[in-house]
């Protein structure tokens, strides 16, 4: 929670980020009032919005960060459930950048101090052109919040002698030192934090490739349906086709065996033949045309099962190579899925590493069961397991089932 906007030596706001620009700054008791529910805002309306809790000093200094998440409902106000102690958190944090009053106190999901609230943290970008601190220390500079600077007191301007310092470590080592120890912490906070995007950014490549690949499979699925139907469509139409040309040639036969007989009736016979005949042309027509229709279905099918990715989407990244899709699997470790391959993975995905191990899947899944929870399967007689801790066996190949997933005791019990 947020108490005051004011501690005893400084301030606190919250600053609402938009990409990497400052979208909304508010005092500390401000956004108090929205955790508590008494307004809301209408335009984060179901929104997972990424905050920055600011402390700053008398000096309007950045003294702590915190980079934090919250949910705004649908009515725009703040999760009533939220509860990430932001504030204690920020007394907590590690060194981070010095954003102008030596490194600050640092407080994100690489760098929490309590790690049951790092999934409700985010990282922040401190790639050049969108870097974050820049962001956060120009909206400081700017204080549209309209923070007072407190000037130190007179006592504070009292000199103080400082100790005397060793012949070894000369003022300006300490400071290349501690220079040195910063761009170290820094970079390291860079690596953690380009690391957390690259995981977000492939979370986000294969949540919009599963979502393609639903609408192909969709797709396909509405028209071999529609290819199904057109097909029994046609099959009748060839079984109907067939009677009537049973009818006709049996017509014919008749005509011809009364027509000597009676050249009235033979008269109107032909006049049923010619019926009989046009009818039959334009069954024969209607049946051309639905073997057209038919042909067509088949090469809009052919041509949806082989045709290239839309442009810029993630499926032609992919086939194009300029970007990889990366699976993980125990045993098999990180593989790069070849574009071919990426639909049969995601059909089943503990079977394609199965494969990778040269093991079918069920070999794979009693493997990968011993190497999440490696102890004894044996079971008594009531059917209560083991349990016994036993030696993991880190690669699948050399798994044997019923040996390697037992304690020695019952081990020898088996092989006896």
């Not at 192909?216 to 029994?232: G, I, T």
Request: charged share 30%; hydrophobic share 35%; with cysteine.
């Amino acid at each position: 929670m947020v108490s005051a906007d004011q501690a005893s030596d400084g301030y606190s706001a919250v600053f609402f980020m938009d990409g990497s620009n400052v979208s909304r700054q508010m005092r500390a008791t401000e956004f108090g009032a929205f955790l508590d529910g008494y307004v809301g805002l209408s335009d984060l309306a179901e929104t997972d919005v990424k905050a920055v809790l600011v402390d700053l000093g008398g000096d309007l200094q950045v003294r702590s960060l915190v980079f934090f998440r919250i949910y705004f409902d649908e009515e725009g106000r703040a999760d009533s459930h939220w509860n990430v102690p932001i504030e204690k958190l920020a007394l907590e944090g590690a060194k981070g950048p010095d954003l102008g009053a030596g490194p600050i106190r640092l407080v994100c999901r690489s760098q929490c101090p309590d790690p049951s609230f790092a999934e409700e943290l985010w990282d922040p970008d401190m790639t050049p052109g969108s870097n974050h601190f820049q962001s956060i220390r120009k909206a400081v500079e700017a204080n549209t919040l309209k923070f007072r600077k407190i000037e130190p007191s007179r006592e504070e301007d009292i000199p103080v002698l400082a100790a005397e310092s060793k012949p070894s470590e000369a003022p300006s080592d300490t400071g290349d030192r501690a220079r040195l120890a910063q761009l170290i912490r820094e970079q390291r906070l860079r690596i953690k934090t380009l690391q957390s995007v690259h995981r977000d950014s492939l979370s986000d490549i294969q949540r919009e490739h599963r979502l393609e690949m639903q609408a192909l499979r969709s797709e396909m699925s509405a028209l071999e349906q529609k290819y199904e139907r057109q097909r029994l469509s046609n099959e009748q139409l060839k079984t109907r086709l067939a009677e009537r040309n049973e009818q006709y040639l049996t017509m014919q036969e008749q005509i011809a065996q009364g027509e000597e007989q009676d050249v009235r009736k033979g008269a109107n016979s032909d006049a049923e033949l010619v019926l009989l005949r046009e009818q039959l042309d334009r069954k024969q027509r209607e049946l051309e045309l639905r073997d057209q229709k038919l042909v067509a279905l088949e090469q809009e099918n052919h041509e949806l099962r082989h045709r290239e990715p839309p442009e810029n989407s993630v499926m032609e990244h992919l086939q194009r190579q300029s970007v990889f899709l990366v699976a993980y699997h125990a045993g098999v470790g990180h593989i790069t899925l070849p574009y071919d391959d990426i639909e049969s993975y995601f059909n089943n995905p503990v079977a394609y590493a199965a494969e990778r191990c040269g093991l079918n899947e069920p070999a794979y899944r009693e493997w990968l069961e011993h190497y999440e929870n490696p102890v004894c399967l044996h079971k008594d007689d009531d059917g209560n397991a083991c349990g016994e801790p036993v030696m993991r066996v880190s690669q699948p190949a050399d798994f044997r089932a019923g040996a390697d997933d037992r304690c020695e005791k019952h081990r020898e019990s088996v092989s006896a």
